[in-house]
């Protein structure tokens, strides 16, 4: 009895060792196969794809400043030839577009605006602080944008080529308010004043 009980113990013994050794064998396995797995690369999503040429329809005898002109499909069209100095994202807070920095005084009033070096109106000529200052103290003249920029006291160029803002109070949001499309310097009286947006007016 008691020599039938070792062969059981044994046995017992035997097979325990044989599957904790398949299953170390197992796990160094499956280690060596993660070793070999190739590295995931991050997906990328595809570049928006941009036509080169287009129609649409607008009203040929009115203007498409942005500033003035009509809601609607000349308003659509405008969207194409201009843009502003911040764009707002889906959490409506502002992206620099034409804009590169900007940066407040201590009381709040007044906000220079640094804009890209790089930004160019169609035809090759360069966007210049003289270019966005017109153009905003346009907007706050309009009907469109009046109420928008009712802070504004003044908006000015200076000598480093930058746009001066002093508002009446302080706002601390003011560039969200800025998502006004910009128009070069002495071409706003044409029915398509000369923007920086991605297509050219033919």
């Not at 746009?163 to 706002?171: A, K």
Request: net charge negative; hydrophobic share 40%.
């Amino acid at each position: 009895m008691r020599r039938l009980t070792a062969a059981l113990l044994a046995l017992l013994l035997l097979a325990g060792c044989g599957s904790q050794g398949e299953i170390e064998q197992e796990e160094l396995d499956w280690g060596a196969y993660q070793e070999e797995l190739p590295e995931e690369e991050p997906s990328r999503e595809p570049a928006p794809y941009r036509p080169s040429a287009f129609t649409l329809a607008y009203h040929k005898d009115h203007t498409l400043d942005p500033i003035t002109c009509g809601e609607g499909i000349q308003q659509d069209v405008a969207a194409l030839l201009y843009e502003p100095l911040f764009r707002l994202n889906p959490a409506f807070e502002p992206e620099p577009v034409l804009c590169e920095s900007w940066e407040w005084d201590e009381s709040g009033l007044i906000c220079t605006l640094t804009l890209r070096q790089d930004a160019l109106f169609q035809g090759g000529a360069s966007l210049t602080a003289k270019d966005v200052a017109e153009t905003l103290q346009r907007a706050a003249a309009s009907e469109r944008y009046a109420y928008r920029l009712r802070n504004v006291s003044s908006v000015a160029a200076n000598r480093a080529g930058q746009v001066v803002i002093t508002l009446l109070e302080p706002n601390w949001s003011l560039p969200a308010l800025l998502d006004i499309p910009i128009v070069k310097s002495g071409t706003a009286d044409q029915l398509v004043p000369v923007g920086t947006g991605p297509y050219l007016f033919v």
